[in-house]
Every structure is written in structure tokens, then in C-alpha cells.
């Protein structure tokens, strides 16, 4: 069984960094890809950021030049360092990830983490 577990949520103020992680464990033969999404009250949940294992990296365009998607290949955790926040940045941020699991399967299956909240806020 992948379980994904995040952390790093919290209240800050507007101009504020947090550093989000995501940490996959359980039998895992492979990632292929991990990816932030973020979802706020009343909107549609939103693709903030992504990665590839050959480390393609791609950001929405609201948060370029804010946010830093990174992974840590040994620890199999993926991060997002998020500065210069903004009030519209206060959502529930989920990662999501592209997994071959351990074992005989050789196909790739998507799993969520449980979100994490984000406030921004004076």
C-alpha cells in the first residue's frame, strides 16, 4: 500500500514563505511524476505545479517566479517553497503523484495526499 502524507500548512501573512512536503511510502517500484494541485473555497481544484523523474517542470502561471517545485529522489518527497504569498494563494494544496507500485504490476497508478491547509492572511 502508497500512502502520501503532507505537511508543512499553516497561517502566514501576506509577503510570507511556507514550505509544503509530500512523502510517499509503502511498496514503490517507481514515480514517474509529482505534482501539486491546489484547490480554494468556491473555485475548481487547480494544477499549481509538476515534475517528471526526468525533471520536466512546469508552474500555472499566477505563481512563477514565487514558487519552487523540488524533489528529493531518496526520501521520495516532493516540495513546494512558496514566498511573496498572496491572500489568492489561500487554498487547500494537495500533492499527487504518478506511481508504479512494488510488486508484479507494471502499471502506473495515481495517488492524492490528504491536503494540506494554506492561509494567507493579516
Known amino acids: 500500500q502508497v500512502q502520501l502524507v503532507e505537511s508543512g500548512g499553516g497561517l502566514v501573512q501576506p509577503g510570507g514563505s511556507l514550505r509544503l512536503s509530500c512523502a510517499a511510502s509503502?511498496?514503490?517500484?517507481?514515480?514517474?511524476?509529482m505534482r501539486w494541485y491546489r484547490q480554494a473555497p468556491g473555485k475548481q481544484r487547480e494544477l499549481v505545479a509538476g515534475?517528471?523523474?526526468?525533471?520536466?517542470?512546469s508552474y500555472v502561471e499566477s505563481v512563477k517566479g514565487r514558487f519552487t517545485i523540488s524533489r528529493d529522489n531518496a526520501k521520495n518527497t516532493v516540495y513546494l517553497q512558496m514566498n511573496s504569498l498572496k491572500p489568492e494563494d489561500t487554498a487547500v494544496y494537495y500533492c499527487?503523484?504518478?506511481?508504479?507500485?512494488?510488486?508484479?504490476?507494471?502499471?502506473?497508478?495515481?495517488?492524492w495526499g490528504q491536503g494540506t491547509q494554506v492561509t494567507v492572511s493579516s
Open positions: 499527487n503523484t504518478e506511481i508504479v507500485p512494488g510488486g508484479s504490476s507494471r502499471y502506473p497508478r495515481v495517488y
Open positions: 509503502g511498496s514503490i517500484s517507481s514515480i514517474n511524476a
Open positions: 515534475l517528471t523523474s526526468g525533471s520536466r517542470i
